[in-house]
């Protein structure tokens, strides 16, 4: 975190109350900070305004696919009969690269607790739980101790400050897939079953865990909206720079061989060579940037020309790619392509659930293709399979997005840097006895 | 209905189906894995997608999985689609990126789903080169192998097990492609319905082990339609026979009956019909020597017997068809017919065919049990003596999450959605037993009391539903409340049903059913429905035949007849050791006519060596009144010239032409079924229950084989070089051998085996639907003979609480799937799935008596010994002591009865 900015509620509405000790804020300083301010405002308001204020201030989900938070928030049914209602927060952060959510969780856990009592109420929510990745082990501590405290304050349990809103929120720690992070994934796994994605629809706003209607939010996303309860829909949108239709602030960051890795609160179309220069320090001395990915390990490769793009929703797809956690990672030009490519297909086909085939054949595929060519052992056609592959793998084609996401670096990777690949293929389709691991069952 | 465009072309369909099922309705070919029609869509195979349109002008299109997505008006899809064809046929080539490619080994070559959908798709060449990954396979005891190498993770195994059957020793472990499907640990599974895996798995991960050492080709093997005959339920199955061996059976598709599934001892159980010990032809003794005979000495001797008699005595049996119970009656005339049924038995089930045609109730079909709301069982632990209904209660108590699933519009293929929206929630069953039940996992409550204290709980349900129905004094006030409670549930239920049977030993539960059952209807309760459930496949059918008790037959030895003939009946099965062999020991003669040879048998002058239900036809009536055909599968002769086996009442048709005509008319199933209809109206029925001799497609016959049927020539090379001509059939419409029609598109609904063009493995039923998974297209096999009215009375006789005596046990009757029946406890594999039998004391009758659980006990009643180890219940009542009748020799009549020498070790 770099702290030569000067950080104020009004610009860093997320990280602005940090400490510079980097220990967490607890309730007492987090009151002082205008903490809970936000929840006083929303119990004092209907439900459906809360809504419509976060609908207004065009929050998109900060988990990565960018949904509008208020838009998901109306979905849940109106039926008040389904009273029973559960507000869960994606905290299972496992994308290779991104460590965004930890740094609130970690040092700011009363924004969260806060974010999920605002988010509870205006959904009709009862009961929450915020779904953990297991190694945050700091974090759960923390959210743990901010819960305790919330509920010796009254902000949490029955009747909270006198409203007569009840909510009780509970850290439930996963137990390690990455596939958790699929919002349907997460409630099979937060009901004791298999972590495979459910089928949609029903979407989980009717039918999510136990049956009963959810709502599923990123920790960023819900840490956004105590602010937006608190400063409003005007100040929030103000708060984008470059003319980006996106709304607020986002924890970008540059991870790889640059000179300053780490994470910045920034403004909603920020661009990334900004990011890279002056808060990253740019790349490290002797090396130049050859490609970069926006926001994860499953989205596609941009090329150092992309670097001036603003970095929102709308930009960065238009480009070819996804914002994702908006957390970018450099590839500098002494990395191959082909073993970086392997390297996150490993990743991704070992965190497949194995329930559609597509993702579970497919990808391991993909690994001992890529394997092969990063050996040199490759043959004519390999490229042409993994595109085909690519293509197959394709949203809609498999049953979650676990694949597409996987598909998208290695897409990329074949369109930018085809060459790189062609000097693993050997030629020699018909010497396969030499070969290790490759069967002789082509003559 | 709705219309929908496929490929260019328009088609009305029904619109709560999915695409995929109503393609396949249409007789379009759609590859697919993971879909099941019992089992509903969850999408994860990715095999059946298709392109779909928003409308008639996109060409666009995008794929979708045809199993997930509604056929709704107006969809425009394409299967044909260029981009839709290259995804299915890569789905195939993932699948098999890991399938050893082993088909040459592999017992389901020939019968495979994969391979069928492997050559639709036109995957035909691999290009994945790499190494594969493997698994280490289980041993999950003597019904079903494992190969999990063969695995294509398509996830039905454990849908079914889990989901399905409500198994809970199998699952899913793993991730990624990686994942497993078998038990935590090797062990034999423990539902009684895993056999069906073999079905439901595509591939060959699971396969019948009953056949592994004697393995043959589906396509070389012969087929018939056929009956199970291991319990009153009647489910349809397809033998194989191959070499005059039965090798194993399949599940028969019945729309209204089994559909797709069996329980274990049906499919597992024909062993029995492969014995050595069976008798293959007729025999009698000079002195010690036991003498084979021809067919005119075995019928002239048994005719000679007869004439030589003062009087004869025909006892019958509800293992024989209505045909052969029949014929034995011709014989012997009416007044000298007796049921082989003892009496009590025989007294429960003339009273539950009075109330099936009386109370003005209807009997649900198997399938139609699904459909049930509310279910109360009294006395019977259906899934040990009517398992397949108990499959049954299982998807009716799911009956509630479809319902819930339902109010939020989501379809009733859905089906993970239904599981998630109803997660545990069940529609209430209430269940009373001596003991506890293998219901207990769904049960809302169950009541473990002697038999007549659990009738005094029906009959006091019946009453807090309708006052009117008798009342019951002296119940406790808890007892009350329960019936009250349940009577309310009842009430509020819009299809009730009940279920009770014979088996517990008891009339009065078949009476308290049968007062709940019309009471509700009383109060409004339209749609109320009764089970019951009887012993054997055909005890309904005699029951309406009609005839006098075993006790009966026994009694008219005592008082003068001098030879009886026993016709598919061991006598010893059913009364005491004692009573039958003072009986039989009185005869001049006894003549016994069956397919195994039996204590009953052991003691017969003449043997008369009939055929198993593998051997030949006949009609049997299941618990419901439904008379089903079950035809001969092979001739036995064809392979060793010389046997002879007939079917029993072909034995005792020529026995009668000879007494009678001193002709060798052998008569025709036909005839004989002609001649039933017309002496016996309340069975008229039966000659409708399947197509006669005559029946002809364009002029063939029904082929009983597949057509690329091999070896024909060389199997019988070692009798002789010359081929014979193929025996020639009779009595139905089948003929032996591939020859004649096997158009799954014909006009018929007795269908052999299951195949169709592209379809060689159990999922061909869908060619043969009028929609898939739903009835034959030329209607379900079978007819029912019992339309119920209503002039029933409640009835009044409410039996008194029971009351332990010191030192003396009342027989519950446990009654086990894998061992009770008399034919399937013969076959060796049930007999290593049921293992030792144990008798069931409450521990504190154990600590009265100063034994230890596990310890041998003995016990003598009716002139028999038996030793067996001793296990504890708390659920029994003390004073009572559970014993699983019919295994170990212990006969049906016991139910009821009291022991009063029970101890430890030796008696």
Known sequence: MSLSINKTAESHPLTWCLREDEQPVWLDEYRRKEGYVGVEKALAMHPDEVVSLVKDAGLRGRGGAGFPTGLKWSLMPKDE????????????????????????????????????????????????????????????????????????????????????????????????????????????????????????????????????????????????????????????????????????????????????????????????????????????????????????????????????????FEHIQKAGSRLGTALAMAVDHKINMVSLVRNLEEFFARESCGWCTPCRDGLPWSVKILRAIEHGEGQPGDIETLEQLCRSLAPGHTFCAHAPGAVEPLQSAIKYFRKEFEAGISGQANNLREIRGIQPNQQ | MATIHVDGKEYEVDGADNLLQACLSLGLDVPYFCWHPALGSVGACRQCAVKQYKDADDTRGRLVMSCMAPASDGAYISIEDEEAKAFRENVVEWLMSNHPHDCPVCEEGGNCHLQDMTVMTGHNSRRYRFAKRTHENQELGPFVSHEMNRCIACYRCTRYYKDYADGTDFGVYGANNNVYFGRPESGTLESEFAGNLVEVCPTGVFTDKTHTERYNRK?????????????????????????????????????????????????????????????????????????????????????????????????????????????????????????????????????????????????????????????????????????RVALSVRQAVKGKAREMAAVQSVAEWQIAAIQNIGQHAKYPIFTTHTDRTRLDDVTAWHYSAPAADQARLGFAIAHAIDSSAPAVADLNDELQKKADFIASALKQSRKPLIISGSQAGEITLIDAAANIAKALKSQGVDEVGLTLVAREVNSMGLAMLGGKSLDEALSAISDGADTAIVLENDLYQRMSAQR??????????????????????????????AGSFAEADGTVVNLEGRAQRFFQVYDPSY?????????????????????????????????????????????????????????????????????????????????????????????????????????????????????????????????????????????????????????????????????????????????????????????????????????????????????????????????????????????????????????????????????????????
């Open chain 2, 219 to 387: 396509w070389d093997m012969q087929f018939a339609p056929s009956i199970c005959q291991q319990c009153s339920v009647g489910c349809n199955i397809s033998p194989g026979e191959r070499y005059g061996e039965v090798r194993r059976i399949e599940n028969r598709y019945n729309g209204d009956v089994n559909h797709y599934f069996l329980c274990d001892r049906g499919r597992f159980g024909y062993g029995y019909t492969n014995l050595e010990t069976r008798p293959k032809q007729p025999f009698t003794y000079q002195g010690e020597e036991q003498v084979t005979l021809n067919t005119e000495q075995a019928v002239q001797s048994a005719s000679d017997i007869i004439k030589g008699s003062t009087r004869v005595i025909g006892i019958g049996s509800p293992r024989a068809s209505l045909e052969s119970n029949f014929a034995l009656r011709k014989l012997v005339g009416a007044d000298n017919f007796f049921t082989g049924i003892e009496a009590g038995e025989q007294q429960r089930l003339e009273r539950m065919l009075q109330v099936l045609k009386t109370s003005g109730v209807y009997t649900p079909t198997l399938r139609e049990i699904e459909k049930y709301d509310a279910v109360i069982i009294l006395g019977e632990d259906i899934t040990q003596t009517a398992a």
């Open chain 2, 580 to 609: 039958v062999d003072q009986a039989l020991d009185q005869l001049k003669h006894l003549i016994v006519v069956d397919h195994q040879y039996s204590a009953t048998s052991k003691k017969a002058e003449l043997v008369l060596s």
């Open chain 1, 81 to 312: 009969s389904m009273n029973i209602r559960y507000m869960i927060c994606n905290a299972d952060e496992m994308e290779p690269g991104t460590y965004k959510d930890r740094l609130l969780m970690e040092q700011m856990p009363h924004l969260l607790v806060e974010g999920m009592i605002i988010a509870a109420h205006a959904i009709k929510a009862y009961r929450g739980y915020i779904f953990l990745r297991g190694e945050y082990v700091e974090a759960a501590e923390n959210l743990r101790k901010a819960i305790e405290e919330a509920k010796l304050a009254g902000l949490l349990g029955k009747d909270i400050l006198g409203s007569g809103k009840d909510f009780e929120l509970f850290v439930h720690t996963g137990a390690g897939r990455y596939i958790c992070g699929e919002e349907t994934a997460l409630i099979n796994s937060l009901e004791g079953r298999r972590a495979n994605p459910r089928s949609k629809p029903p979407f989980p706003a009717v039918s999510g865990a136990w049956g009963k209607p959810t709502c599923v939010n990123n920790v960023e996303s819900i840490c956004n909206v105590p602010s937006i309860l608190n400063r409003g829909v005007d100040w929030y949108k103000g708060l984008t720079t470059n003319g980006s239709s996106d709304c607020g602030t986002k924890l970008m960051g540059f991870s790889g061989r640059v000179n300053n890795p780490g994470l910045w609160e920034l403004p909603m179309g920020t661009t990334a060579r900004e990011i890279l220069e002056n808060y990253a320090g740019g790349m490290q001395e002797g090396l130049d940037l050859k490609t970069w990915q926006p926001g994860g390990a499953g989205t596609d490769f941009l090329l150092p020309e992309h670097l001036d793009l603003p970095m929102d």
């Open chain 2, 639 to 907: 392979y060793k010239p010389g046997t002879l086996v007939f079917a029993a009442w072909r034995w005792l048709y020529l026995v009668n032409s000879a007494k009678n005509a001193h002709s060798s008319d052998a008569g025709t199933l036909d005839q004989l079924i002609a001649a039933l209809a017309s002496e016996m109206p309340q069975l008229a029925g039966i000659v409708g229950a399947a197509p006669n001799a005559d029946f002809r497609i364009h002029g063939q016959k029904m082929a009983r084989s597949p057509h690329r049927y091999s070896g024909r020539t060389a199997m019988r090379a070692n009798i002789s070089v010359h081929e014979p001509r193929q025996p020639q059939d009779q009595d139905s419409p089948f003929a032996f051998s591939m020859e004649g029609n096997n158009n799954p598109k014909a006009d018929r609904n007795e269908v052999a085996f299951a195949w169709a063009p592209g379809w060689n493995s159990p999922q061909a039923w869908n060619k043969f639907q009028d929609e898939v998974g739903g009835h034959l297209r030329n209607g379900d096999p079978g007819v029912r003979l019992i339309e119920t009215s209503n002039q029933g009375e409640y009835f009044a006789e409410i039996p008194a609480s029971f009351v332990a005596t010191e030192g003396q046990w009342q027989v519950a009757a446990n009654y086990r799937l894998f061992g009770s029946d008399e034919l399937s406890q013969r076959s060796a594999v049930i007999q290593e799935r049921a293992g030792q039998q144990t008798v069931t004391i409450h521990p504190a009758d154990a600590k009265t008596l100063g034994v230890n659980e596990h310890a041998m006990v003995s016990f003598a009643w009716g002139g028999q010994q038996w030793q067996l180890p001793l296990s504890f219940s708390d659920h029994i009542s003390v004073g009572t002591i559970g014993l699983p009748l019919g295994t170990n020799g212990l006969p049906a009549s016991l139910a009821g009865q009291m022991i009063d020498n029970l101890q430890e070790g030796h008696a």
